[in-house]
């Protein structure tokens, strides 16, 4: 602790009159305000292209990968091969992808 | 009733509430503009350090772990951000020197015992003793939190306390006697 005699008190107040007033106070806490939220939106941009480019060249492969799958199913497994192809299937797939990126992304980690 | 601190910090951990920081911020720019500035000692520069402090309070905000005041927490986190500043031009040294050529003058001068400007008696200690000094009577901490702070050894922060506090002493007084 310091020594708390009248000069210790004299020097903490002057580092009290020297500190900004609080008349400035609500433009200060706008900037940093505007400040706090423009990292997330680089944030967001960043990893929401990184994410979305990577979706968009697996789901390329996704058809070919759903197309060379020659399953012998039954049941609602053999229904839904009958009724999706390969393209739905990696449209699915894709849309599953960007939906997560999306859910994610708005979250602090 | 007001919240404190501590309520205030938990419920931003909890909800990323913008407002509730918002208070945390508006409690304590005053607090932290005037560390900034007395530390760097310009203006402009305090000002985007004390934004940056507090952006980067925001981001560690879950680190705050209770056990000491929110505002020493904070203190130490702009005092922290301000080494990186300082770091930020190559050499803290050089740094420094270039904090010690931009003094601002275009602020009225706040006088102590209405004779001279704080700023001006800062200006007379070292690094190290400006920096002690700042953290002790500025920001309210003790010579321990200081040299956690700082990552000085908990003698040399007291050493430095008091040298700086006995040359600002010698200047106020040798300043008033001019008076």
């Known amino acids: 602790m310091t020594m708390n005699d009248a000069f210790d008190e004299r020097l903490r107040a002057a580092f009290q009159a020297a500190q900004p007033g609080e008349d400035q106070a609500d433009a200060f806490v706008k900037k940093v305000k505007a400040k706090m939220s423009s990292p997330m939106k680089k944030r967001v941009v960043i990893l929401g292209g990184a994410g979305s480019t990577g979706s968009a060249i697996a789901g390329t492969q996704l058809e070919s990968i759903f197309n060379a799958v020659q399953l012998p199913t039954e049941g609602w497994m053999a229904s839904i091969a009958t009724f999706a192809s390969p393209e739905v299937m990696a449209t699915s797939v894709l849309a599953l992808m960007i939906g997560g990126f999306a859910f994610i992304l708005p979250k602090r980690i | ?179």
Not at chain 2, 92 to 111: C, L, N, Q, S, W
């Open chain 2, 1 to 179: 009733m007001q919240a404190s601190d501590e309520e205030l910090v938990a419920l931003v951990v909890a909800t990323q509430d913008n407002n509730a920081f918002g208070e945390l911020v508006r409690r304590h720019q005053g607090l932290i503009r005037g560390m900034m500035a007395r530390m760097s000692r310009n203006r402009a520069l305090a000002e985007d350090l004390a934004q940056d402090a507090f952006i980067r309070a925001f981001q560690k905000i879950g680190s705050f772990s209770g056990t000491g005041s929110f505002k020493s927490w904070l203190c130490k986190i702009a005092y922290n951000e301000f080494l990186m500043a300082a770091r930020k031009r190559k050499a803290t040294d050089k740094a420094m020197e270039k904090f010690r050529g931009e003094v601002d003058d275009t602020e009225m001068p706040r006088d102590m015992g209405n004779v001279v400007d704080l700023d001006r008696a800062l200006a007379t200690l070292k690094d190290d003793e400006r920096t002690a000094v700042v953290l002790c009577y500025s920001c309210g901490m003790s010579h321990s939190e200081a040299a956690e702070a700082t990552g000085m050894p908990l003698g040399t922060v007291k050493s430095h306390v008091n040298r700086g506090r006995e040359k600002l002493k010698a200047f106020f007084e040798t300043a008033e006697a001019v008076a």
